[in-house]
């Protein structure tokens, strides 16, 4: 009887440890499970993984997903055989409850978890140093911003003071014709100054007064050329990622980004997003989706502007501090501006009109340049005089012949390269909640998917699991008594979906 007992008690604690085990390995079967009904087309199409807890609704159904996990944690457990009956066996346990403890949503910290996802997909296909070059290259776009709105402040600040000189000089003619009065450009840094140039005997235009009246009318209707299809799709403004009240999970915060990440993030919204010249062959609520990533404008329309906008206030920066460094086209602008000065009897502004040439010039090359970008060709990125296109003298009527382009550069910039730059100095918080309220129209286009929403999709859960399990060889001990609760396992599993080996 001892003998009995004995072996019994050895069998129970050997059942014991195997239904901890059990326990363990069901926790993990299950949560795995249920995460591998990730939705298929935003895994297809973007090679990302998300679970819809709302099932289609657009809602965060938490609780049914916990219903299917002790469900299926229980057949795991005491499975029915068909035509056999109830299968059994010495490990039966049952699932008493199953509950996600911890979950992390797509969109939780500016959509960090698929930022993640998608650094995670490109690793590899760029090298550390070329990010590095990349970035230090794109870091610098703000000097040529801040020289584009010098050249801006010059051209308006050349009529102001051509106005304001033709008012003294009438003023003088009236009163005092004795009184002597000078002009210059407020708020703005020294002008480049010039030798005295000989006044031309024929008169000479001002292309100022033209070339602003273009710089305040539609930009794309002077780049593009006529019969020029724009996108006319556009994203509703209600219901957006960033603006409606959303879903927040309760995960750990995923890790915070660095340069390398960023770049990689670039090379995949390269790859899978598109943008003004490269459509891709899969349903788009946009068609311009880099450029709303950068701007995040309802239409596509709106984001080609902004686009052409950005484009051309850093070309016009480029072109102006090259035009200051060119002692030749420096020495042209002086010698039009003194004509124009003499010919207004405004001798004392000839610096401010200098100035303002140089500025209106750079527009006019800035504008055929966005021409060669916009219809798929390369412009150096850094301006030379064998890369400079238009003379002074074109600079007004270049602007109403959209067929006058800039020379083309071999292994110069394209368009392609411009919206890379622009993207990293995007911030990421605005690349993650633009690129995510994308993803989200885009699935919705699918049937079955027309109320989906990223908040309510997760990519990472901790699920606690709890088990009850009877005593088997201790009901044939007798010796003594032995209580006879039985055994209780909680288990808690995480689990985070990761992408590094999934193509």
Request: charged fraction near 20%.
């Amino acid at each position: 009887m001892i003998t009995a007992a004995l072996l019994f008690t050895l069998l129970e604690g050997s059942r014991y440890m195997m239904l901890g085990m059990t326990a363990v390995i069901n926790s993990q079967s299950v949560t795995e499970s249920m995460l591998a009904e990730y939705n298929i087309p935003a895994y297809k199409n973007y090679h990302l993984f998300m679970l819809d807890s709302g099932f289609g609704t657009g809602e965060l159904l938490l609780s049914k997903l916990n219903a299917q996990m002790q469900k299926l944690g229980q057949e795991n457990l005491n499975p029915s055989v068909i035509g056999l009956g109830r299968y059994s066996n010495f490990l039966q346990m049952d699932v008493t409850d199953s509950s996600i403890t911890q979950y992390e949503l797509a969109t939780d910290h500016s959509a960090r978890p698929l930022l993640k996802q998608i650094s995670e997909l490109t690793k590899g296909e760029l090298a550390a140093d070329l990010l590095e070059q990349a970035y230090k290259k794109a870091a610098g776009l703000q000097d040529s911003y801040k020289q584009g709105q010098e050249a801006d402040k010059y051209l308006d600040g050349a009529l102001d003071t051509i106005k304001q000189a033709n008012e003294a000089a009438q003023s003088q003619t009236d009163d005092s014709p004795k009184a002597n009065t000078t002009f210059k450009l407020n708020s703005l840094p020294s002008p480049v100054t010039e030798q005295e140039a000989e006044i031309p005997d024929e008169p000479v235009s001002n292309p100022i007064q033209d070339i602003k009246n273009a710089k305040d009318s539609p930009l794309l209707a002077q780049i593009l050329s006529d019969g020029t299809e724009i996108s006319a799709k556009q994203i509703s403004k209600e219901d957006t990622i960033g603006r409606r009240a959303m879903n927040i999970g309760n995960y750990e915060e995923s890790s915070s980004s660095n340069i390398a990440e960023k770049m990689l993030i670039i090379q995949y919204l390269n790859k899978y997003t598109s943008h003004y010249q490269n459509q891709l062959q899969i349903p788009h609520a946009l068609d311009y989706e880099q450029e709303y990533i950068l701007f995040g404008k309802s239409t596509d329309e709106d984001n080609l502007k902004k686009m052409a906008g950005k484009l051309l206030l850093l070309r016009e920066g480029i072109n102006f501090a090259y035009l200051l460094t060119d002692s030749t086209r420096r020495e042209e602008a002086l010698a039009m501006a003194t004509a124009i000065a003499a010919a207004a009897a405004i001798p004392a502004v000839i610096t401010a009109i200098q100035m303002g040439l140089l500025a209106s010039w750079a527009y006019a090359e800035s504008i055929v340049e966005l021409r060669t970008l916009f219809s798929g060709g390369n412009i150096a990125a850094v301006k030379s005089s064998a890369s400079w296109t238009v003379s002074l003298a074109e600079a007004v009527p270049v602007l109403f012949d959209t067929s006058v382009k800039s020379k083309e550069v071999s292994g110069g910039m394209d368009y392609k390269s411009y919206l890379q730059l622009f993207l990293a100095v995007e911030s990421m918080d605005n690349i993650g909640i633009r690129f995510s309220n994308l993803l989200e129209k885009n699935l919705r286009l699918y049937a079955g998917y027309e109320q989906i929403k990223l908040d309510c999709m997760i990519t990472a859960i901790e699920t606690e699991t709890i088990y009850q399990a009877e005593q088997v060889f201790l009901s044939f001990v007798t010796i003594g008594r032995l209580p006879r609760n039985g055994y209780k396992y909680e288990n808690k599993y995480k689990f985070c979906y990761s992408i590094t080996d999934s193509r």
